[in-house]
């Protein structure tokens, strides 16, 4: 009798120990520890221990904390053939302006059916087994056969839909590497960040995980300028399935289209705003706008409202406003991310393309109330919105 409960002990012990000092990243009951970055609340869920996403949107869901170095631990699966996923490694607290995905290092996380989207008369540009490589804005130099700065795979060891894989990831003073189901196939040097947060992502399938476990290395001092943005308390607005959140102007409710990650204007005749139910005062907003190529710039194209005023502050095109970024600013067909901060009546809006090094700055003066939901204009034209976002 007491042999055997030694042995209880010794084996409970290190259940709760962990080993080597890894630590699971989900407490198998709920998403505590970790932020929907962009997607519907019922995208991601958990149940006995497995993660599980539905696809849609597609967009990712990180980490509450920032990571430098570390070894990270999955285990994952697609339910569909063909279907597509990924870790993000390093990445930013949003999306980067005009796509749904956060910048950073992506560890691909792809089934082999998708490799009937290749064209063998071209070029290899993607694997099923296990490519890494930088995106939107993020870098790597990267190990071993590659296409760019995409990484890709030494061997060919995944296992088709719907077996499970296991991945280890291991990053460590901007290097990073990939083992595929026990073997390093991948990765790279020189990673820019080299801390950020980590993520999963949502692209189109339904993808589970399960044993995610992390052991964090010695920090080697990863400056700020090293490091990705922390996050300073984003909440998005659009969830990529339906208008939840928002009110549709009367008379106007068919024209605005969730479109996955877009959000859609058709071309019709102009209405009151599109109104957000959170309301805003001093804070920021965020939002991501594409005007197709045939738009006329010399008149009012788009524009976002804030405090409930139905006159936009910032306006896309000709017209009058506080802040106005004319023809001069603005390419059709080109994704921008306005980022307008509002400090009581004054208002300074920032226009950036994505990954551009020197946005553009304007200054106003709003009036009105101090306080009410944000917006956006319609005057008739068809426009492509994506990732709002609020903080104050």
């Not at 204007?265 to 594409?290: H, K, M, N, R, V």
């Amino acid at each position: 009798m007491k042999s055997t409960f030694f042995l209880c002990l010794l084996v409970l012990s290190s259940a709760f120990a962990g080993e080597d000092g890894f630590v699971p990243m989900f407490n198998g009951k709920d998403l505590s520890g970790w932020v929907n970055a962009n997607c519907a609340p019922e995208t991601w869920s958990i149940k006995d221990g497995v993660v599980s996403c539905t696809g849609v949107p597609t967009g990712a869901m990180r980490t509450a904390k920032q990571y430098e170095n570390f070894i990270l631990e999955c285990e994952w699966r697609h339910l569909t053939s063909g279907g597509n996923s990924g870790v993000f490694i390093w990445g930013s607290p949003i999306s980067a302006p005009g796509v749904p995905f956060l910048r950073g290092i992506e560890v691909q996380v792809l089934d082999q059916g998708y490799m009937k989207r290749a064209d063998p008369t071209k070029p290899r540009w993607f694997t099923t087994h296990g490519d890494v490589f930088p995106i939107h804005g993020a870098t790597m130099e990267p190990h071993g056969d590659h296409s760019g700065q995409r990484s890709f795979p030494s061997e060919e060891r995944s296992k088709p839909s719907p077996e499970w894989n296991h991945y280890r990831i291991t990053g460590n003073n901007g290097t990073l590497t990939l083992a595929v189901n026990g073997k390093v196939v991948s990765g790279g040097d020189k990673c820019f960040w080299r801390k950020g947060y980590l993520a999963l992502e949502s692209e189109g399938a339904p993808v589970e995980f399960r044993n995610v476990r992390i052991k964090e290395l010695p920090s080697t001092g990863a400056t700020a300028a090293e490091s990705a943005p922390l996050d300073q308390g984003w909440k998005h607005l659009y969830n990529g399935l339906d208008l939840r959140g928002w009110k549709a102007p009367t008379g106007a409710e068919e024209r605005w289209k969730a479109s996955n990650w877009n959000l859609k204007l058709i071309s019709g005749q102009p209405a009151t705003p599109l109104w957000s139910e959170s309301e805003i005062t001093d804070g920021e907003y965020i939002a991501d706008f594409q005007l197709p190529k045939d738009a006329d710039l010399s008149r009012a194209c788009t524009g976002f409202c804030v405090r409930g005023q139905a006159a936009p502050a910032v306006l896309i095109g000709s017209g009058h406003a506080p802040i106005v970024f004319g023809a001069d600013k603005v390419k059709p067909g080109q994704w921008y991310r306005v980022r307008l901060t509002l400090n009581g009546s004054k208002a300074t809006a920032t226009l950036t393309e994505p990954q551009d090094a020197n946005p553009q700055v304007i200054e106003g003066t709003l009036e009105g109330a101090a306080k009410g939901p944000v917006g956006v204009a319609d005057f008739g034209t068809a426009v492509s919105f994506a990732n709002f976002f609020v903080r104050g």
